[in-house]
């Protein structure tokens, strides 16, 4: 009777060692796979050229700015998400004094464009000068 009962410990233990040795290769596998994606470079989706700079959109961009969003939006809207976001990050890197210079050049321009189409909104002191 203990020789049976001893017989099946023995095989059930074989069993699982078997049952485990295929999950350890499936693991194996499954880490490999994810290896090689981690190691593989992303993929652009697009590329943006703004004010001379080049800015890469990857679908892991992607995919990022749309598990922050509720409302679903067109692809197109992503990238340009993707694209602001990458903006906004480089801008943070400049040096304060180049971030200043170039806050007061955009001023200037949008100025300069709203004088010329006829949208411009004067401030006070610059309506009593017209008058």
């Known amino acids: 009777m203990m020789n049976d009962t001893l017989l099946e410990t023995i095989q059930t233990l074989q069993h699982r060692t078997e049952h485990l040795e295929k999950e350890i290769v499936a693991l194996r596998q499954a880490l490999t ?3 090689e994606v981690l190691a593989t470079p ?23 700015i749309r598990a922050n969003l509720i409302k679903p939006r067109p692809e197109t809207a992503l990238h340009e998400l ?18 200043e210079a ?24 610059e309506a009593a000068i017209d008058d």
């Open 82 to 99: 993707v694209v602001a976001k990458k903006m906004a990050q480089r801008l943070r890197e400049l040096p304060p004094a180049e971030r």
């Open 42 to 64: 992303q993929a652009v989706v697009a590329r943006y050229i703004i004010d001379g700079e080049s800015y890469d959109v990857t679908q892991a961009d992607v995919d990022a």
């Open 33 to 35: 796979d994810v290896a």
């Open 102 to 125: 170039r806050f007061w050049a955009t001023v200037e321009d949008s100025r300069a464009k709203s004088a010329l189409d006829g949208t411009m909104i004067e401030t006070e002191e």
